[in-house]
């Protein structure tokens, strides 16, 4: 896969997962606030076994097609059939599901509240969501990736409109899922229509290819792909699950708001991650072992260390960041946001590697490997939210993203791929200690919270990214490298862009720890 092919897939996923991020940041604090922490806490549960239930969905499929779509993109007759076969499989999958899912949602809604309409509303959600994974599927693996992305960012942003004007409005957590089901059915609609386009504007080659003959071979690779994608899920959703039964909504929604600090960070290896699978996926196949090694190493490097940055923020600010963010009645959700810290990092890194090796199909030692750290986590959950709550759920979530990031990097290092052999890590771990001590200070220093967090933020910003470039954690002609290889006008705007940036880079390089 050609760099040109990479850095579109990126720009198209990164889109969408800045748009995602942003408007999360800007509609969350809003819900907490009109919902309270209760309230906050019952939305956070719905949305974690929402998350959950769609991988069971989805049965894979996602991830399976755009695998074997991006293996034979030139065969057209072979995607219809994938493309074909994988929604038969979805809506079994779906089916199944949305039944088991409307019970639980129906059963366990608090006091208060209608049962009927919030399964039917999230019963609704799930149906279109799974429209959409189906077609991300499809596209990513064609490298059409904006076709998903584009009425995704609209769908985001309308989502969180229209939850606002419900939660506004009095009409609750329902009032919310509500407004989500709306803006999922555009999306469904606009991707389902991106993929019959796609499908239909080629001749088919004559190559006997038939839904029944892709069947198999798609269920064999999306059932570990499901299994995978399910316990991955578990692992970033069980935890809001389990405080909510252990210790209270209330506890729920001060753990929502530490995880979801958390998780902003992750835009950066999310787009990252949405081009491993099929940016490896030939590469794997044709055994060109040393060119995933150089790809994996060089991403890696940039993850962690924009990753780092904004973790470091977090970790130093966090009571500030809480406090202004949602209010002093989440106070307490700073502890569990500066416990998640070190685990973010940890499945900031990890997120870019498990399609890799899904590419390379290893998805069954995937599954062990993730099989085990849930039941891991579920201990330690069990063990630690009952003594502290959020914190005790921070605490056990963290330490699972750690080993999951460990099994990772272990399993790519039995197939001679070296992870970390590009990040120079102890010139890392220098400027993250540094730029940590520099924010402290600031902190110590600057006492009113919003004033706090925006000194930080600017003292941090030239210490940590004029050492990034002192130290080559990235140079200069990497940045002039990566946006020549950006597509169409997105690589003339960002050249002009660059020449009015790399000055300052320069000087911000030669003044940095001078």
């Known amino acids: 896969m050609s760099a040109q092919a990479v850095s579109k897939g990126i720009l198209s996923i990164g889109s969408?997962?800045?748009?995602?991020?942003?408007?999360?940041?800007?509609?969350?604090?809003?819900?907490?606030?009109?919902?309270?922490?209760?309230?906050?806490?019952?939305?956070a549960y719905y949305m974690a076994l929402l998350l959950l239930a769609s991988q069971f969905a989805n049965v894979g499929m996602m991830q399976t097609m755009t695998k074997r779509i991006a293996e034979r993109p030139e065969d057209?007759?072979?995607?219809?059939?994938?493309?074909?076969a994988g929604a038969l499989i979805n809506a079994v999958g779906l089916l199944s599901v949305s039944v088991v899912v409307g019970l639980v949602v129906g059963t366990t809604a608090p006091a208060g509240t209608a049962?009927?309409?919030?399964?039917?509303?999230?019963?609704?959600?799930?149906?279109?969501d799974q429209v959409w994974f189906y077609a991300r599927g499809v596209l990513h693996g064609l490298r059409h990736e904006a076709r998903a992305a584009i009425p995704g960012m609209i769908g985001v942003v309308s989502a969180g409109l229209l939850g606002v004007l419900a939660a506004t409005a009095g009409l609750g957590v329902t009032g919310v899922f509500a407004g989500l089901l709306t803006a999922n059915l555009f999306v469904a609609m606009a991707c389902l229509r991106a993929v019959l386009k796609v499908l239909s504007g080629s001749e088919c080659r004559e190559s006997g290819r038939t839904v029944s003959s892709v069947t198999g071979p798609l269920l064999r690779f999306g059932l570990p792909a499901m299994l995978f994608s399910v316990l991955n899920m578990a692992l970033c959703s069980l935890d809001v699950i389990l405080v909510r039964h252990l210790a209270g909504e209330a506890q729920a929604g001060l753990y929502a708001a530490a995880i979801q600090w958390s998780q902003f960070v992750w835009f950066i290896?999310?787009?990252?991650?949405?081009?491993?699978?099929?940016a490896t996926a030939r590469l794997w196949a044709e055994q060109r072992v040393d060119e995933v090694s150089q790809l994996v190493g060089r991403l890696v490097r940039y993850v962690l260390v924009g990753t780092t940055f904004l973790l470091l923020l977090v970790a130093v600010l966090s009571e500030q960041?809480?406090?202004?963010?949602?209010?002093?009645?989440?106070?307490?959700?700073?502890?569990g946001l500066?416990?998640?810290?070190p685990g973010a990092l940890c499945y900031a890194v990890a997120r870019v590697l498990w399609p890799v090796i899904q590419a390379g199909g290893e998805g069954g030692h995937l599954v062990r490997l993730i099989g085990m750290i849930v039941l891991v986590d579920v201990g330690l959950c069990g063990s630690l939210i009952p003594l502290w709550g959020a914190a005790g759920a921070a605490m056990a979530t963290s330490i699972s993203f750690a080993l999951v990031a460990v099994g990772y990097v272990w399993m790519l290092h039995r197939r001679r791929v070296q992870v970390f052999e590009q990040v120079h890590l102890f010139r890392w771990l220098l400027l993250s200690m540094g730029t940590a001590l520099a924010i402290a200070l600031v902190a110590a220093w600057v006492t009113p919270p919003l004033l706090s967090?925006?000194?930080?933020?600017?003292v941090g910003t030239v210490l940590y990214w004029g050492g990034v470039f002192r130290l080559g954690l990235v140079r200069v002609e990497e940045i002039e490298l990566m946006v020549s290889s950006l597509p169409g006008a997105f690589r003339l705007t960002g050249e002009r862009l660059f020449r009015y940036l790399a000055p300052v880079l320069l000087r911000l390089k030669a003044a940095a720890w001078s």
């Open 115 to 128: 049962a009927l309409p919030i399964a039917l509303v999230i019963v609704g959600v799930l149906m279109f």
């Open 338 to 341: 500066r416990l998640l810290v």
């Open 453 to 458: 967090i925006l000194v930080g933020a600017v």
């Open 16 to 43: 969408w997962s800045v748009v995602k991020m942003a408007t999360s940041a800007l509609v969350l604090p809003i819900l907490a606030r009109m919902l309270g922490i209760e309230g906050y806490g019952q939305y």
């Open 321 to 335: 960041i809480v406090t202004v963010y949602f209010g002093p009645r989440f106070a307490d959700a700073a502890l």
């Open 269 to 278: 290896p999310i787009a990252v991650e949405g081009v491993m699978l099929q």
């Open 76 to 84: 057209v007759a072979w995607c219809r059939a994938v493309a074909h």
